[in-house]
């Protein structure tokens, strides 16, 4: 080959490499990489695991209306129905749940383990919608000394319970805690075995309509400086795979949240549905929470830094009063609250 040829060949099989190489940086781009250059994200997972409860807020309305089904069509989402936030933490440590829905107070012991999990939502901060109901002629917290009360162990209503009981003057064993879950807290309510149960709505409005009388709710005990809240957790191996179907998630929650602020009719109706409740009922029980839409939950007092503090807080209480061996430090807690996804959705 003669040397002007051999030249040109060169020149042609060095353009021909640099077109594939900027073609290969193009399709890994399209397959998710950021346009900062940031990690590769993965794209819609296969299945997305939920752990539910039935508490009446955003998260029923989600699931009832098929929302993010809608949003993340070819993914496979399995909705699933715990009765605490304690079993929802057993479920993650499990790896058999992707998503869930728990309390602040388990949330808190969940990163004291440490559970590898994130909060990248508020649910909603906990109001009238767990209280102390007692039956009899019970008038104070104080009198409940000798009684037995019913709560789900590691609950937020567990813990609201013992901050009441310290505000009291009375100490755990001052009285009988007997662990149980909602629903069974109906059936021995019912059946006369319990004095008294801190428990959420719709069992706790349950108690109510069959003769309970209420003490303190934990928006009184808020006000002391113990804030609950729901919130929902996401594996890290999720997140950290998925970051795409977190903010998709994420948003159909601020959906919801907006649709209960405008449309509070049609909220309840969902609500309702899931709960099988009257749609008035479903409202009413509605009202006893309060909801934070994307906007909201980014804020200082929010997930922008109030729910790292009281997750903190609310691990200390805990450890103080033996419900937990060790704390993390403070700093920890503030690192497991995400408020990225909800700060994206609330510029779109």
């Not at 997972?45 to 508490?55: D, H, L, N």
């Amino acid at each position: 080959m003669k040397p002007r040829t051999l030249l040109l060949a060169l020149l042609l099989a060095s353009l021909a490499a640099f077109a594939a190489a900027c073609g290969d940086d193009d399709s890994t781009a399209t397959a998710g990489e950021s346009a900062s250059g940031g990690a590769a994200e993965s794209a819609a997972p296969a299945r997305i695991v939920i752990a539910y409860q039935a508490i009446p807020n955003g998260d029923l309305i989600v699931k009832n209306k098929g929302w993010l089904e809608e949003a993340l069509p070819d993914t496979q989402i399995e909705w699933k129905q715990f009765d605490s936030g304690g079993s929802v933490n057993e479920a993650i440590a499990a790896g058999s749940v992707d998503i869930g829905l728990a309390g602040s107070s388990p949330v808190a012991r969940g990163l004291s383990q440490p559970l590898a999990y994130q909060v990248p939502w508020i649910h909603d901060v906990i109001g009238k919608a767990e209280a102390l109901v007692v039956r009899g002629d019970v008038g104070s917290v104080a009198g409940l000394k000798g009684k037995k009360i019913a709560a789900p162990l590691a609950s937020t209503a567990h813990y609201s319970l013992l901050a009441a009981l310290e505000d009291a003057g009375l100490q755990q064993k001052d009285v009988k805690i007997v662990d149980a879950e909602p629903p069974d807290i109906a059936a021995a309510w019912k059946r006369g075995d319990i004095d008294a149960a801190y428990v959420w709505n719709p069992v706790l409005a349950q108690l109510v309509e069959d003769g309970g009388k209420l003490l303190v709710d934990s928006g009184q005990l808020a006000k002391q400086g113990k804030t609950t809240y729901d919130l929902a957790v996401v594996a890290n191996e999720f997140a950290e795979q998925y970051p795409g179907a977190v903010r998709t998630w994420v948003a159909q929650q601020d959906r919801a949240v907006k649709l209960i602020k405008s449309d509070p009719d049609e909220a309840a109706a969902a609500v309702a549905a899931e709960l099988n409740l009257e749609p008035e009922e479903a409202e009413r029980q509605m009202g006893d929470l309060i909801f934070l839409d994307a906007s909201e939950q980014v804020a200082p007092d929010a997930l922008g830094g109030g729910v790292g503090k009281a997750l903190f807080e609310t691990a200390a209480f805990n450890k103080e009063l033996g419900q937990i061996p060790r704390t993390q430090d403070e700093q920890f807690y503030a690192d497991a609250v995400k408020p990225q996804s909800a700060a994206e959705v609330a510029k779109e």
